[in-house]
């Protein structure tokens, strides 16, 4: 039997050619196309620093796994090794864990949850749980992570019923729209690969790397301004865009106004 860590030893193959562009990196453009989520790591710390001072830990880890994702995804597919299988779908599992536990509204939360630290605990055993059950059927994990989106999605339409600001409607809206299309590349690169294979562009895979990225440069904010909105009640969220409102294309961020003095 191979080795768990031997090269092609995963469960899944996706549709780019192995070895084709290197002798070393099996699948070379799924492999590269995860400095995406190095880039959108460094960009939430940066452009976000104003709200970072203030909720550091959350950031800080988030963002670590951010990184830890485009690393363990990086190996997984220079490799196609079970082990990098694994890596690649636990430090996303594990990147929604703790971004749900530091940033799931209260309001949310089950009647026979009564705090943030209860939270944590039913987050923590939770993944704990979903990790051990991942190492039954690998293969699934893909699936069984992408339909937490549709909570995310559910969230953010509750959240957006009670927001009158049309710049966070407009990027709940564009962060739809760039998770609609990463979601399709990465369909039909598992769907469609013998299409993709005959006109010789199997690289969906690698559109769904970069345009994941692209949505979380979305999405985090839009967590971020509903959680200053909760969590942090002397500050008032205000959208802003990177480099400026008037550029074609630009990357979100939430800045913090002055706290509203006490008496």
């Not at 104003?50 to 950031?59: E, G, H, I, L, S």
């Not at 090794?81 to 309001?107: H, R």
């Not at 959680?227 to 959208?239: A, C, G, I, S, W």
């Amino acid at each position: 039997m191979p080795s768990i860590f031997s090269y092609q030893s995963a469960e899944v193959d996706w549709c780019e050619g192995n070895f084709e562009h290197s002798t070393v990196i099996a699948e070379y453009y799924n492999t590269i196309s995860n400095v995406s989520f190095f880039v959108l790591s460094a960009a939430l710390l940066y452009l976000n620093r104003q709200y970072c001072q203030q909720r550091a830990v959350p950031m800080y880890f988030v963002s670590g796994l951010l990184l830890c994702v485009g690393v363990f995804s990086m190996y997984f597919h220079m490799t196609l090794s079970y082990v990098g299988q694994l890596l690649d779908e636990l430090s996303i599992l594990w990147t929604l864990a703790v971004a749900y536990s530091f940033w799931y509204p209260k309001v949310y939360f089950p009647r026979c949850i009564k705090s943030r630290k209860h939270f944590f605990w039913l987050s923590g055993v939770t993944t704990v749980v979903s990790t051990l059950m991942s190492f039954i059927k690998p293969a699934f994990n893909a699936y069984a992570l992408n339909c937490i989106a549709f909570h995310l999605l559910y969230l953010t339409w509750c959240e957006l019923k009670k927001c009158n600001d049309k710049r966070v409607h407009r990027m709940a809206a564009a962060m739809v729209v760039w998770w609609a299309l990463a979601i399709t590349s990465w369909l039909s690169d598992r769907w469609l690969c013998w299409l993709w294979q005959a006109i010789s562009f199997p690289y969906f895979h690698s559109f769904w790397h970069v345009l994941i990225a692209v949505s979380l440069l979305y999405c985090f904010p839009l967590v971020i301004y509903f959680d200053v909105n909760y969590e942090m009640p002397t500050f008032k969220p205000k959208l802003g865009y990177w480099p400026s409102d008037s550029w074609p294309v630009v990357v979100p961020y939430v800045a913090l106004e002055e706290p509203h003095k006490q008496c």
